[in-house]
T-cell receptor, first 114, second 108 residues
Framework: GAGVSQSPRYKVAKRGQDVALRCDPISGHVSLFWYQQALGQGPEFLTYFQNEAQLDKSGLPSDRFFAERPEGSVSTLKIQRTQQEDSAVYLC????????????FGSGTQLSVL | GQQLNQSPQSMFIQEGEDVSMNCTSS?????WLWYKQDPGEGPVLLIALYKAGELTSNGRLTAQFGITRKDSFLNISASIPSDVGIYFCAGNTGKLIFGQGTTLQVKP
């Protein structure tokens, strides 16, 4: 596609539910990042993939957060047993060859946990 | 951990005015980047800075990489209504560390 595509655009979950957020990066982009953006804050790094390898998951806030990219293209961020503090916009970004200056962001998934 | 502090937190200006915002860090970065985020969208890169002291322009935007490599500023000249949005600085450590953002509102 022309840009990074994320779905769903909005997700409302009851506390305790599991959610799965999808990211379709730009075709051919080997690097994929997930960021979490709380209301009124800047994006915060969650995890990074180079192809299918998850090279850095130091930003994942707890073991309830899990990300995968099994075939090196589409990625899924899964949050188990959601809590209210998980409410945020989850941004996905991709780049060619891990070039940070060529990082393209999707529009994000806005997650609200009630 | 590493933190970037942006100021001011928000600005409300008249169309045609010039705007200046800055970003400071407790850590040294080798690359500074400035992004703009519109409501409901992801951040979009405006300017990337690679060398201490570097001054770079992109249309009405000018940004500088501080000599100490711990700060950067962004200027917008002759603001227009479509400049409205949130501006983020970011430092590159292999992953981006973002500031908290400066919200800009422009009154026509």
């Amino acid at each position: 596609g022309a840009g990074v595509s994320q779905s769903p655009r909005y997700k409302v979950a009851k506390r305790g539910q599991d959610v799965a957020l999808r990211c379709d990066p730009i075709s051919g982009h080997v690097s994929l990042f997930w960021y979490q953006q709380a209301l009124g804050q800047g994006p915060e790094f969650l995890t990074y993939f180079q192809n299918e390898a998850q090279l850095d998951k130091s930003g994942l806030p707890s073991d309830r957060f899990f990300a995968e990219r099994p075939e090196g293209s589409v990625s899924t961020l899964k949050i188990q047993r959601t809590q209210q503090e998980d409410s945020a916009v989850y941004l996905c970004a991709s780049s060619s060859q891990g070039i940070i200056e060529k990082l393209f962001f999707g529009s994000g998934t806005q997650l609200s946990v009630l | 951990g590493q933190q970037l502090n942006q100021s001011p937190q928000s600005m409300f200006i008249q169309e045609g005015e010039d705007v200046s915002m800055n970003c400071t860090s407790s850590s040294i970065f080798n690359t500074w980047l400035w992004y703009k985020q519109d409501p409901g969208e992801g951040p979009v890169l405006l300017i990337a800075l690679y060398k201490a002291g570097e001054l770079t322009s992109n249309g009405r935007l000018t940004a500088q990489f501080g000599i100490t490599r711990k700060d950067s500023f962004l200027n917008i000249s002759a603001s227009i209504p479509s400049d409205v949005g949130i501006y983020f600085c970011a430092g590159n450590t292999g992953k981006l560390i973002f500031g908290q953002g400066t919200t800009l509102q422009v009154k026509p």
